[in-house]
Nanobody
């Protein structure tokens, strides 16, 4: 079971750090992705990391602003979000699956386990 946390409300230019934790297992051999869904929009890929080799993938709109990382001690995958914009407002979900190739990281159907969402609101 995945647990996403760290959402909140910030102003434009602010920062938030989301965390995804797995209960009862480690993320070793998993790829963990972050997706988001804004009201009235489709769920979209944000970023992903493959635990074993730290391979990452980002959607273009967050490159240079967001950074995904793993924390071995805490067994979490974190998404550091800087310079937030109103268009980043959404419910953010983490997802995980094993055996993910890099080209499939951005596809939500790749992921078998999903956590509940955490709301990020960025005001102008």
């Amino acid at each position: 079971q995945l647990q996403a946390s760290g959402g909140g409300s910030v102003q434009t230019g602010g920062s938030l750090r989301l965390s995804c934790a797995a209960s009862g297992r480690t993320f070793r051999s998993y790829t963990v992705g972050w997706f988001r869904q804004a009201p009235g929009k489709e769920r979209e890929f944000v970023a992903a990391i493959r635990w074993n080799d730290r391979a990452t993938s980002y959607t273009e709109s967050v490159k240079g602003r967001f950074a995904i990382s793993r924390d071995n001690l805490e067994n979490t995958v974190n998404l550091q979000m800087n310079n937030l914009k109103p268009e980043d407002t959404a419910v953010y979900y983490c997802a995980a699956s094993q055996g993910v190739i890099i080209s499939a990281m951005q596809n939500p159907t790749t992921y078998r386990s999903w956590g509940q969402g955490t709301l990020v609101t960025v005001s102008s």
